[in-house]
Structures are given as structure tokens and as C-alpha cells.
């Protein structure tokens, strides 16, 4: 099994078919394996304050200018009514990230979810859909301008206690400052993990009495799924 990290890449699948006493007959197969863009996360301990002023020389992460959408998608009136910058880090124990949101009017029930899918490469592409290992969380959008501590939801069974999120309102949106834990990570590639994949999805609400339109940054249509995941690289 060999990965190597270029735009275009091709691996060698070798799966055991039987043994046939002290010989082991085994069937391989060339697949093609497609990354079509690198993000990188470095290492580098948080202060989780809310405030994104150690963030400055991160690599941020944008949805583009006309992003993937699912839900209420005719009342998206473009990327200051929904859009978002997205930059991680991590160490020892926690993924960090940081988010910038663009959003008119920032109303209950707004949030930024984030999914990572910790499995090895080829674990990945022979299951798209998301399992029990995965990490998702749901960050609930601030109330107003005070920097203060949000609602953070977990989705699986993590305690919600290993997860931590901070925020304020800005002018034009608001900001997140917010971590969950490696474990997952370390328990799916051990202390010498490589990479990983990362979807993550707006909820913009603009009417109580209507569905919310969510704006997509390399994440599937599909919560479940890892298709469109960006591939995440340690360094």
C-alpha cells in the first residue's frame, strides 16, 4: 500500500484473496487516486479565547464565489449573505479551527458544522460513507458582539465536555474560535498520522417560518458522506 501525495496519483491495492497452506495467494489492482487540492494543517498549541489574533498567518480555507448549496437555496443572495473562511491547527490532544462567516443578518439557528473523516486514505475511498469513527460537530452562531462561550453539539458518541467553542459578532457575520479532540485520529492511524479529510457547511437562516440554505466548503449534499472531502495534510 503506497500514497504518495502529488496532484495525480496512482496506487496499488493488494487484497488477500485465500492462504493454501504455508502460500498465500493475492490478487492486486492498479486504481487511480485523485486528490485535486492539498490543505495543510500545522502544529501549534490554541488559546481558545474567541479572538482570532494568533490566526493571522493561517492558511485559510473560503468557500468560493459560487458555492455548493443544499436547502433553501433561492434565498442565498450571494457571499456576503453566506460565505465563510476556515483555517485549522492542531497538537497533542485537540483539532483546532478558526472560521470567518459572512452572513447579513445573523439570526437563532444559525451554525458552522465541521465533519473529518480520520480514516487511512484507502480506508476512505473504499467507503465513502461517514462511520462511528468520524468527528462532526455543529457550532451555534453568537448572539451579539461580547466574545463569549456558544453551543457546540457533538454528533456521535463523544462527550460533549472534550468539545469547546467561542465566538462574537462582527461587522458583516461573526467569528469562531473552536476544538475537538485527536482521539479518533490517533485511534484510526496512530501517533504517526498523515492526513485526513474535511467537509464543513453553513446554515444560514434568513426566515423563522423557512428551511435554512446551507453553503458548502468541500462537503457532500449528503451529511453522511465524505464525497467532496478536502484532503488534509499534516505538516
Given amino acids: ?20 497452506g504455508d502460500k498465500t495467494l493475492k490478487a492486486e489492482r492498479t486504481a487511480p487516486v485523485i486528490v485535486d487540492h492539498e490543505y495543510r494543517i500545522d ?7 474567541g479572538k482570532l489574533d494568533e490566526w493571522g498567518d493561517a492558511d485559510w480555507w473560503s468557500t468560493n464565489e459560487t458555492p455548493p448549496l443544499t ?4 434565498n442565498w443572495n450571494g457571499p456576503a449573505d453566506g460565505s465563510f473562511q476556515l483555517a485549522t491547527r492542531y497538537d497533542e ?22 465533519a473529518i473523516d480520520p480514516r487511512p486514505l484507502l480506508a476512505r475511498l473504499a467507503r465513502n460513507r461517514l462511520g462511528g469513527e468520524a468527528i462532526s460537530v455543529k457550532v451555534g452562531a453568537p448572539k451579539d458582539a461580547i466574545v463569549a462561550g456558544l453551543d457546540i453539539q457533538p454528533i ?7 468539545f469547546k ?14 476544538f475537538v479532540p485527536i482521539q479518533n485520529v490517533l485511534r484510526a492511524q496512530g501517533e504517526d498520522w498523515s492526513n485526513m479529510q474535511v467537509g464543513a ?13 446551507e453553503i458548502l466548503w468541500r462537503a457532500s449534499p449528503r451529511p453522511l458522506e465524505n464525497r467532496s472531502f478536502g484532503h488534509v495534510i499534516r505538516h
Fill in 1 to 20: 500500500e503506497e500514497v504518495d501525495f502529488a496532484r495525480f496519483r496512482m496506487t496499488t491495492l493488494t487484497a488477500k484473496v485465500r492462504s493454501l
Fill in 43 to 49: 502544529a501549534s498549541a490554541v488559546i481558545l479565547d
Fill in 71 to 74: 436547502g433553501k437555496v433561492k
Fill in 93 to 114: 490532544e485537540n483539532i483546532y479551527f478558526a472560521a470567518k462567516i459572512r452572513d447579513d443578518k445573523v439570526l437563532p439557528g444559525d451554525s458552522l458544522s465541521v
Fill in 156 to 162: 456521535g458518541r463523544v462527550a460533549k465536555e472534550a
Fill in 165 to 178: 467553542a467561542m465566538g462574537s459578532q462582527t461587522n458583516g457575520g461573526y467569528e469562531l474560535e473552536f
Fill in 201 to 213: 457547511r453553513l446554515r444560514d437562516v434568513d426566515k423563522s417560518s423557512e428551511p435554512p440554505v
